[in-house]
C-alpha cells in the first residue's frame, strides 16, 4: 500500500524555465510534507517542507504547494537551473515521527 | 557543525553472514531513524530510536534490528544476510520532535554476494 505517490518517474525542463514536481498521498492523517533532493551517491539533501496547516511555503526559488482536500502536493523550482537535475523524493510526516517516502522523480535540467 | 556520519561507506557480504553499520547523528540531535533503499523502491522505513529508545518499527523481519548509545549514536545489525539485502542503507537524525526535519548521512552500501 503506496501512501505517498510520485507518478511521474522523471521529468525534463530547459534551463530557466519552471520544473513542477507532484506528489499525491492517502493518508489524511499525515501532518506535514517535506521535500528531498538527492544526487547519486549521496543521501537526500532537505529542501523545503510545509504543514498540514499551511497551503504555501516558499523558500527562494523553491515554492511548495499543498492541497489537502485533493491530497496533492508540488514543488516548483523556479527558474531551473542544471545543477537542479536530481532525484527529488516526496515525503509526508505524521504523530508517528516516521516519515513515509515516495519513489522519486528523476529531474533533469537541460543547459 | 558536522552532519550525519555513517560507516563504513561501502560493504561486501555473502549471504549468510551478519553485517553492522553505524551512525553519528548531528550534535545535539536524539533521534535517528534508519530507512534502506533500493532501485525503485524509494526509501522503506525501518526504525527509528530516541533517547535509547526504539519508538517505531517498520514492516522488515527481525533479522534487521538497531540500537542507540547514550550517546545517540546508532548501529544497525543485519543477521543471516540474504541476496535481497543488498541495498544503499540510509540514516538520519533529527531534533525527534514532531514535525522536525529529518538530515541524512550519505548511506552505506551494502553489496550482498
Known amino acids: 500500500d503506496q501512501q505517498v505517490k510520485q507518478n511521474s518517474p522523471s521529468l525534463s525542463v530547459q534551463e530557466g524555465r519552471i520544473s513542477i514536481l507532484n506528489c499525491d498521498y492517502t493518508n489524511s492523517m499525515f501532518d506535514y510534507f517535506l521535500w528531498y533532493k538527492k544526487y547519486p551517491a549521496e543521501g537526500p539533501t532537505f529542501l523545503i517542507s510545509i504543514s498540514s496547516i499551511k497551503d504555501k511555503n516558499e523558500d527562494g526559488r523553491f515554492t511548495v504547494f499543498l492541497n489537502k482536500s485533493a491530497k496533492h502536493l508540488s514543488l516548483h523550482i523556479v527558474p531551473s537551473q542544471p545543477g537542479d537535475s536530481a532525484v527529488y523524493f516526496c515525503a509526508a510526516g505524521g504523530s508517528n515521527y516516521k516519515l513515509t517516502f515516495g519513489k522519486g522523480t528523476l529531474l533533469t535540467v537541460n543547459p | 557543525k558536522a552532519g550525519v556520519t555513517q560507516t563504513p561507506r561501502y560493504l561486501i557480504k555473502t549471504r549468510g553472514q551478519q553485517v553492522t553499520l553505524s551512525c553519528s547523528p548531528i550534535?545535539?540531535?536524539?533521534?535517528v531513524s534508519w530507512y534502506q533503499q533500493t532501485p525503485g523502491q524509494g526509501l522503506q522505513f525501518l526504525f527509528e530510536?530516541?533517547?535509547?529508545?526504539?519508538?517505531n518499527k517498520g514492516n522488515f523481519p527481525g533479522r534487521f534490528s538497531g540500537r542507540q548509545f547514550s550517546n545517540s549514536r546508532s548501529e544497525m545489525n543485519v543477521s543471516t544476510l540474504e541476496l535481497g539485502d543488498s541495498a544503499l542503507y540510509l540514516c538520519?537524525?533529527?531534533?525527534?520532535?514532531?514535525?522536525?526535519?529529518?538530515?541524512f548521512g550519505a548511506g552505506t552500501r551494502l553489496s550482498v554476494l
Open positions: 530510536y530516541f533517547s535509547e529508545t526504539q519508538r
Open positions: 538520519a537524525s533529527s531534533l525527534g520532535g514532531l514535525e522536525n526535519i529529518q538530515y
Open positions: 550534535s545535539g540531535h536524539r533521534s
